[in-house]
Protein backbone atom coordinates (compact mmCIF):
# COMPACT_ATOMS: atom_id res chain seq x y z
CA UNK A 1 0.00 0.00 0.00
CA UNK A 2 1.67 3.34 -1.39
CA UNK A 3 2.76 5.96 1.14
CA UNK A 4 1.73 3.76 4.62
CA UNK A 5 4.17 1.48 6.86
CA UNK A 6 3.93 -2.11 5.48
CA UNK A 7 6.60 -3.49 6.86
CA UNK A 8 9.11 -3.87 9.92
CA UNK A 9 12.78 -4.53 10.77
CA UNK A 10 14.87 -5.44 14.09
CA UNK A 11 17.99 -5.33 13.63
CA UNK A 12 19.47 -6.78 16.85
CA UNK A 13 23.19 -7.81 18.75
CA UNK A 14 21.78 -11.43 19.06
CA UNK A 15 19.48 -12.56 16.78
CA UNK A 16 18.64 -15.57 18.33
CA UNK A 17 17.96 -14.17 21.72
CA UNK A 18 15.04 -11.99 20.27
CA UNK A 19 13.45 -14.21 17.93
CA UNK A 20 12.67 -16.04 21.60
CA UNK A 21 12.00 -13.04 23.36
CA UNK A 22 9.07 -11.77 20.48
CA UNK A 23 8.31 -15.10 20.19
CA UNK A 24 7.32 -15.04 24.08
CA UNK A 25 6.13 -12.18 24.22
CA UNK A 26 4.07 -10.99 21.09
CA UNK A 27 3.73 -14.32 19.70
CA UNK A 28 5.62 -14.80 16.23
CA UNK A 29 6.45 -17.13 14.96
CA UNK A 30 9.75 -16.97 12.60
CA UNK A 31 11.21 -18.16 9.15
CA UNK A 32 14.54 -17.86 7.43
CA UNK A 33 13.47 -15.65 4.31
CA UNK A 34 14.21 -17.49 0.73
CA UNK A 35 17.23 -14.87 0.23
CA UNK A 36 18.80 -16.15 3.63
CA UNK A 37 21.77 -18.28 2.62
CA UNK A 38 24.02 -20.44 4.35
CA UNK A 39 27.59 -18.61 6.00
CA UNK A 40 25.80 -14.99 4.59
CA UNK A 41 23.21 -12.53 5.83
CA UNK A 42 20.85 -14.27 7.91
CA UNK A 43 17.03 -12.50 7.32
CA UNK A 44 14.13 -13.81 9.39
CA UNK A 45 10.26 -12.73 8.62
CA UNK A 46 8.10 -12.63 11.90
CA UNK A 47 4.76 -13.71 11.42
CA UNK A 48 1.03 -13.52 13.21
CA UNK A 49 -1.66 -15.71 12.06
CA UNK A 50 0.50 -16.69 8.66
CA UNK A 51 1.49 -13.41 7.32
CA UNK A 52 4.56 -11.96 7.64
CA UNK A 53 4.78 -8.82 9.94
CA UNK A 54 8.34 -7.77 10.05
CA UNK A 55 11.76 -9.19 9.71
CA UNK A 56 14.90 -9.52 11.98
CA UNK A 57 18.28 -9.73 11.38
CA UNK A 58 21.82 -9.45 13.28
CA UNK A 59 23.80 -6.48 13.62
CA UNK A 60 27.69 -7.41 12.04
CA UNK A 61 30.84 -6.60 14.25
CA UNK A 62 31.40 -3.94 11.85
CA UNK A 63 28.04 -2.08 12.01
CA UNK A 64 28.25 -2.46 16.10
CA UNK A 65 31.63 -0.93 15.76
CA UNK A 66 30.59 2.16 13.41
CA UNK A 67 27.95 2.96 15.81
CA UNK A 68 25.01 0.97 14.78
CA UNK A 69 22.69 -0.47 17.99
CA UNK A 70 19.69 -2.64 18.43
CA UNK A 71 16.17 -0.61 17.18
CA UNK A 72 13.11 -1.23 15.09
CA UNK A 73 12.76 0.58 11.70
CA UNK A 74 9.76 0.70 9.11
CA UNK A 75 9.21 0.46 5.67
CA UNK A 76 6.82 3.11 3.99
CA UNK A 77 5.72 1.49 0.08
CA UNK A 78 6.52 3.96 -2.55
CA UNK A 79 5.34 3.66 -5.90
CA UNK A 80 9.17 4.66 -7.05
CA UNK A 81 11.74 4.38 -4.53
CA UNK A 82 14.47 6.31 -6.55
CA UNK A 83 12.02 9.16 -7.58
CA UNK A 84 11.05 9.13 -3.97
CA UNK A 85 14.18 9.01 -2.71
CA UNK A 86 15.13 12.91 -4.42
CA UNK A 87 11.99 13.77 -3.03
CA UNK A 88 13.25 13.13 0.33
CA UNK A 89 16.43 15.31 -0.59
CA UNK A 90 14.66 17.92 -1.59
CA UNK A 91 12.72 18.21 1.01
CA UNK A 92 15.49 18.40 3.45
CA UNK A 93 16.29 14.62 4.62
CA UNK A 94 18.83 12.60 4.16
CA UNK A 95 19.54 9.00 2.07
CA UNK A 96 21.45 7.13 3.57
CA UNK A 97 21.63 3.88 1.25
CA UNK A 98 20.38 3.05 -1.65
CA UNK A 99 18.16 3.08 -3.75
CA UNK A 100 19.13 -0.54 -4.77
CA UNK A 101 17.25 -3.88 -5.42
CA UNK A 102 16.77 -6.59 -3.00
CA UNK A 103 16.29 -10.28 -4.80
CA UNK A 104 11.96 -11.30 -4.82
CA UNK A 105 11.57 -8.53 -2.14
CA UNK A 106 11.61 -5.41 -4.46
CA UNK A 107 13.92 -1.89 -4.64
CA UNK A 108 14.53 0.06 -1.48
CA UNK A 109 16.37 2.98 -0.10
CA UNK A 110 17.65 4.17 3.92
CA UNK A 111 16.43 7.77 4.22
CA UNK A 112 16.52 10.18 7.59
CA UNK A 113 13.68 12.57 8.28
CA UNK A 114 15.26 16.17 9.01
CA UNK A 115 15.20 15.72 12.67
CA UNK A 116 17.40 12.44 11.90
CA UNK A 117 14.71 9.53 12.17
CA UNK A 118 15.73 6.66 10.11
CA UNK A 119 12.82 4.90 8.30
CA UNK A 120 13.51 3.37 4.38
CA UNK A 121 11.81 3.04 0.93
CA UNK A 122 10.30 0.43 -0.36
CA UNK A 123 8.65 -0.14 -3.87
CA UNK A 124 7.86 -4.40 -3.47
CA UNK A 125 7.98 -6.60 -6.06
CA UNK A 126 4.25 -7.72 -7.03
CA UNK A 127 3.13 -10.73 -5.47
CA UNK A 128 -0.13 -12.15 -4.52
CA UNK A 129 -0.82 -9.95 -1.16
CA UNK A 130 -2.29 -11.66 1.37
CA UNK A 131 -5.95 -10.65 2.91
CA UNK A 132 -5.47 -7.42 4.85
CA UNK A 133 -5.22 -7.90 8.94
CA UNK A 134 -7.92 -7.35 11.13
CA UNK A 135 -7.23 -3.58 12.74
CA UNK A 136 -6.38 -4.80 16.05
CA UNK A 137 -4.98 -8.51 15.48
CA UNK A 138 -2.56 -9.08 17.64
CA UNK A 139 1.20 -9.54 16.44
CA UNK A 140 0.03 -6.93 13.77
CA UNK A 141 1.11 -2.95 14.50
CA UNK A 142 -1.58 -0.79 15.92
CA UNK A 143 0.48 2.48 15.91
CA UNK A 144 3.12 4.12 14.99
CA UNK A 145 4.48 7.38 17.24
CA UNK A 146 7.50 9.69 16.06
CA UNK A 147 9.38 11.57 18.41
CA UNK A 148 10.81 14.48 15.94
CA UNK A 149 14.07 15.75 16.75
CA UNK A 150 13.19 19.06 14.55
CA UNK A 151 9.84 19.26 16.41
CA UNK A 152 6.69 17.49 15.53
CA UNK A 153 5.52 20.32 13.44
CA UNK A 154 8.94 20.52 11.19
CA UNK A 155 8.22 16.53 10.94
CA UNK A 156 4.50 16.90 9.92
CA UNK A 157 5.42 18.89 7.40
CA UNK A 158 8.01 17.02 5.68
CA UNK A 159 6.53 14.00 5.97
CA UNK A 160 3.19 15.63 4.38
CA UNK A 161 4.89 16.51 1.79
CA UNK A 162 6.36 13.39 0.83
CA UNK A 163 3.24 10.98 1.83
CA UNK A 164 0.42 12.98 1.91
CA UNK A 165 -0.34 12.44 5.36
CA UNK A 166 -2.98 14.20 6.92
CA UNK A 167 -3.48 15.96 10.42
CA UNK A 168 -6.46 14.07 12.29
CA UNK A 169 -6.33 16.04 15.78
CA UNK A 170 -3.46 17.89 18.19
CA UNK A 171 -3.54 17.19 22.05
CA UNK A 172 -2.09 19.81 24.19
CA UNK A 173 0.74 17.71 26.34
CA UNK A 174 1.31 20.92 28.53
CA UNK A 175 5.11 21.66 28.64
CA UNK A 176 5.72 18.41 26.34
CA UNK A 177 4.31 20.38 23.74
CA UNK A 178 1.57 19.25 21.51
CA UNK A 179 0.39 15.13 20.46
CA UNK A 180 -0.14 15.46 16.42
CA UNK A 181 -2.59 12.30 15.42
CA UNK A 182 -2.22 11.65 11.42
CA UNK A 183 -3.08 9.31 9.22
CA UNK A 184 -3.16 8.21 5.43
CA UNK A 185 -6.41 8.00 3.27
CA UNK A 186 -9.21 8.92 6.43
CA UNK A 187 -7.08 5.66 8.59
CA UNK A 188 -5.39 6.62 11.93
CA UNK A 189 -2.27 5.65 11.08
CA UNK A 190 -0.26 7.26 14.37
CA UNK A 191 1.03 10.33 16.26
CA UNK A 192 4.25 12.67 16.56
CA UNK A 193 5.36 14.55 19.53
CA UNK A 194 8.69 16.93 19.92
CA UNK A 195 11.54 14.54 21.19
CA UNK A 196 11.91 13.83 25.03
CA UNK A 197 15.01 15.39 26.47
CA UNK A 198 16.07 12.06 27.92
CA UNK A 199 15.46 10.25 24.39
CA UNK A 200 18.90 9.97 22.79
CA UNK A 201 17.82 10.17 19.12
CA UNK A 202 14.81 10.89 16.98
CA UNK A 203 13.07 7.87 15.96
CA UNK A 204 10.06 6.07 15.22
CA UNK A 205 8.59 3.88 17.85
CA UNK A 206 6.40 1.23 17.09
CA UNK A 207 2.95 -0.85 18.99
CA UNK A 208 2.57 -4.00 18.45
CA UNK A 209 -1.32 -5.51 18.87
CA UNK A 210 -1.28 -8.12 21.83
CA UNK A 211 -5.03 -9.41 23.62
CA UNK A 212 -4.38 -8.18 27.21
CA UNK A 213 -1.58 -5.49 28.14
CA UNK A 214 -1.01 -6.81 31.83
CA UNK A 215 -0.40 -9.77 30.98
CA UNK A 216 1.76 -9.08 28.09
CA UNK A 217 3.78 -6.68 30.49
CA UNK A 218 4.09 -9.62 32.62
CA UNK A 219 5.51 -11.73 29.70
CA UNK A 220 8.13 -8.73 29.22
CA UNK A 221 9.90 -9.15 32.61
CA UNK A 222 9.57 -13.14 32.49
CA UNK A 223 11.50 -13.37 29.16
CA UNK A 224 14.34 -10.73 30.07
CA UNK A 225 13.19 -7.71 28.92
CA UNK A 226 12.56 -4.23 30.70
CA UNK A 227 9.02 -2.19 31.69
CA UNK A 228 9.98 1.46 30.31
CA UNK A 229 6.76 2.42 31.25
CA UNK A 230 3.99 0.74 32.97
CA UNK A 231 0.71 -0.08 31.69
CA UNK A 232 -1.98 3.15 31.22
CA UNK A 233 -4.79 4.05 29.22
CA UNK A 234 -4.42 5.95 26.38
CA UNK A 235 -7.10 8.84 25.13
CA UNK A 236 -8.68 6.45 23.29
CA UNK A 237 -9.35 3.53 25.35
CA UNK A 238 -7.01 1.19 24.51
CA UNK A 239 -3.98 -0.28 27.17
CA UNK A 240 -0.55 0.53 26.45
CA UNK A 241 2.93 -0.33 27.68
CA UNK A 242 6.34 0.68 27.19
CA UNK A 243 9.48 -1.52 26.87
CA UNK A 244 13.04 -2.27 25.40
CA UNK A 245 13.70 -5.94 24.71
CA UNK A 246 16.76 -8.16 26.01
CA UNK A 247 19.24 -6.49 24.00
CA UNK A 248 18.13 -2.70 24.19
CA UNK A 249 15.79 -2.32 21.43
CA UNK A 250 13.08 0.02 22.40
CA UNK A 251 9.40 -1.15 21.58
CA UNK A 252 5.60 -1.03 22.73
CA UNK A 253 2.48 -3.07 22.76
CA UNK A 254 -1.25 -2.02 22.49
CA UNK A 255 -4.59 -3.55 23.64
CA UNK A 256 -8.35 -3.01 23.80
CA UNK A 257 -8.34 -4.54 26.81
CA UNK A 258 -5.82 -4.53 30.07
Request: charge should be negative.
Amino acid sequence: MADRFIWYELMTSDLEAALRFYGAVVGWSAADHENSQPGGMRYVILSAGGRGVGGAMQLTKGMLDGGARPGWVGYIGVDDADAKAKEVEAAGGRILMGPADIPNVGRFAMAADPGGAPFYLLTPTPRADAPPPTPGEAGTVGWHELYAGDGEKAAFAFYQRLFGWETLDEMDMGPMGSYRLFGAGGDRVGGMMDKPRDLAASAWGFYFNVDGVDAAAARIGEAGGEVTMAPHQVPDGSWIVQAADPQGASFALVSRTR
